[in-house]
């Protein structure tokens, strides 16, 4: 696709259920972020992928809390015994790994805990 | 976690120039400076980027200090499309980069 795509749009699930959420790069684009997003506030950064590399894990809230991305490519954020408190946008940006490159934002998926 | 400093919001009247500052004083000689925009109900989008010299780009311009302690996006005529949250962001290569809270630009028609 020509963009980055996050699935689903939406999700309400009950607290204590597992959810998983999904994240398609822009193809190439060896850099990927999983940001969450609460009500009216700022992005709060959670996990971040380069190639090969160790993912920078420094952002999750909690051991609940967990991401992987298979083959370089698609990313899956997972959350354990979800909790109300987890209720947020959760918002997947993809890029070349330069810093002088622009980042790519998904839609997000909102996550709903009830 | 978060290396800049913004306002929390401003106001434009339309068909104005807006001058959102930004602070970044403890910026690095490898961090670029990027600006994004979250409309209502969206994810952010790029807007602009910089490393030392000013930039400009169909959607705005980017005033650099010469210290690089901090950084001005300039929209030159503000309409109702461009109110947004506004986010300055430093961004190193190899590295994650955070957001603050942004400034939130209300136009007034």
């Known amino acids: 696709g020509a963009g980055v795509s996050q699935s689903p749009s939406n999700k309400v699930t009950e607290k204590g259920k597992d959810v998983e959420l999904r994240c398609d790069p822009i193809s190439g684009h060896t850099a990927l972020y999983w940001y969450r997003q609460s009500l009216g506030q700022g992005l709060e950064f959670l996990i971040y992928f380069q190639g090969n590399s160790a993912p920078d894990k420094s952002g999750l809230p909690s051991d609940r809390f967990s991401a992987e991305r298979t083959g370089g490519s698609v990313s899956t954020l997972t959350i354990q015994r979800t909790q109300q408190e987890d209720s947020a946008v959760y918002l997947c940006a993809s890029s070349p790994p330069r810093a002088n490159t622009e980042a790519f934002f998904g839609q997000g998926t909102r996550l709903t805990v009830v | ?109």
């Open chain 2, 1 to 109: 976690d978060a290396k800049t400093t913004q306002p929390n919001s401003m106001e434009s009247n339309e068909e104005e120039p807006v001058h959102l500052p930004c602070n970044h004083s403890t910026i690095s000689g490898t961090d670029y400076i990027h600006w994004y925009r979250q409309l209502p109900s969206q994810g952010p989008e790029y807007v602009i980027h910089g490393l030392t010299s000013n930039v400009n780009n169909r959607m705005a311009s980017l005033a650099i200090a010469e210290d690089r302690k901090s950084s001005t996006l300039i929209l030159h005529r503000a309409t109702l499309r461009d109110a947004a949250v506004y986010y300055c962001i430093l961004r190193d290569t190899g590295n994650q980069f955070y957001f603050g809270t942004g400034t939130s630009l209300t136009v007034i028609p």
